[in-house]
């Protein structure tokens, strides 16, 4: 069987980049990052996310470099992965909002008092942040406060730019399931009041 003359090319630059050729692996990334990022972009509507997606599969493909030699449509591969991790970012961004949404909820429309709803928000932020263990309280901090990206919290820290992304998902996850359950508590203690 034979191939175009840019698919077989680009076959050999996938072979290079499955044997750990990192100018091959920069090749590939060169050629496609652009076009990803906007496809990702018209997903996600987030300059900031599609970046971010395409760093992440581009990371993803380098660490699993070995299986690419099965992949025999790169183009579909590489676009499909992108939608995948695209979808999975804004269901997280989505959970995150129903958190917020959630919080501004809780108090009593009885209750017209905007600041002391939003001081009740912050406190129970600050009570989920304060049972983070330290490693993960401090990487959700300079992520969500300083916004500081992956590479720059990896580099303060010491650590992987992949233990930055674990430790932000495990204390978002941490963090969203403390609140949900003092929601649960306050919810009740408000319709106890009010029975």
Request: net charge negative; with cysteine.
């Amino acid at each position: 069987m034979s191939y175009p003359a840019a698919t077989y090319e680009e076959r050999e630059v996938i072979a290079l980049v499955s044997q750990g050729d990192e100018k091959a692996f920069r090749a590939l990334f060169d050629r496609y990052h652009h076009r990803l990022g906007a496809h990702v972009f018209r997903l996600t509507r987030s300059q900031e996310m599609a970046e971010e997606v395409v760093q992440d599969v581009f990371l993803k493909i380098w660490l699993g470099r070995e299986k690419l030699a099965g992949v025999q449509e790169f183009q579909a591969y590489l676009y499909v992965a992108s939608k995948n991790h695209a979808l999975n970012c804004l269901k997280k961004v989505a959970m995150e909002r129903s958190v917020t949404t959630d919080l501004e909820c809780v108090v009593p429309e009885a209750q017209p008092d905007e600041t002391h709803e939003e001081n009740l928000q912050y406190a129970l932020m600050d009570e989920a942040i304060d049972h983070l263990p330290p490693q993960q309280r401090q990487v959700y901090l300079l992520s969500r406060h300083e916004r500081l990206q992956y590479t720059e919290i990896a580099d303060r820290m010491n650590i992987s730019r992949e233990t930055v992304k674990k430790y932000l998902r495990i204390a978002s996850d941490s963090i969203a399931s403390y609140i949900r359950k003092k929601l649960v508590i306050r919810v009740l203690v408000i319709l106890l009041y009010f029975i």
